[in-house]
């Protein structure tokens, strides 16, 4: 399972990544087209926090929150049953963790592109690691409401053998 939600992960940063460079070339920063008029527009922003900006300037801490982040998903995943919204969920995590650890890291701030609007309210824009890590998130929480992750703590023989 643990090699599935990694490749998936490898494909999620593929997209994502190609998506920003593509934002990255052909627009300005706070330049804006709109593509339904009054409700989405790609909008390019660099976000130096996490999401609604929380944290901005913090890239050092954002960083090895990251990595440790991905630390404890891939020791926890292996006490999740064997699924596909398992591997899923999983994967769509490593790939949204990782999408915006590359940006942090390479440019020091993550780049946002997707601006939805509800009327007078401009949603926080957001990039498709952020919507990889939310899928992710509520994957695993309906694994967690579910019970997939009742699979007992497994002999160390079992363990490596889905490794």
């Not at 490749?7 to 934002?23: A, E, M, N, R, V």
């Not at 609007?117 to 949603?123: D, E, I, P, Q, V």
Request: hydrophobic share 50%; proline share 1%; net charge positive.
């Amino acid at each position: 399972m643990k090699r599935r939600s990694l490749l998936l992960g490898l494909l999620i940063i593929f997209i994502d990544q190609i998506t920003k460079l593509s934002i990255d070339n052909y627009f300005s920063v706070g330049e804006s087209i709109p593509i339904i008029r009054g409700f989405f527009a790609i909008t390019k922003v660099y976000n130096t926090g996490a999401s609604w900006s929380m944290f901005s300037g913090m890239l050092n801490m954002l960083i090895i929150i990251s990595i440790a982040a991905f630390i404890c998903f891939i020791y926890y995943q292996d006490y999740f049953k064997i699924n596909m919204r398992n591997i899923l969920a999983f994967g769509f995590i490593y790939g949204g963790l990782f999408g915006n650890l590359i940006d942090r890291m390479d440019r020091g701030a993550v780049i946002d592109f997707l601006h939805f609007k509800f009327g007078s309210y401009n949603f926080p824009v957001f990039n498709l690691a952020d919507v990889s890590l939310i899928l992710g998130f509520i994957l695993l929480v309906i694994s967690l409401w579910k019970g997939d992750d009742k699979c007992g703590i497994k002999s160390s023989k079992r363990r490596k053998s889905h490794r």
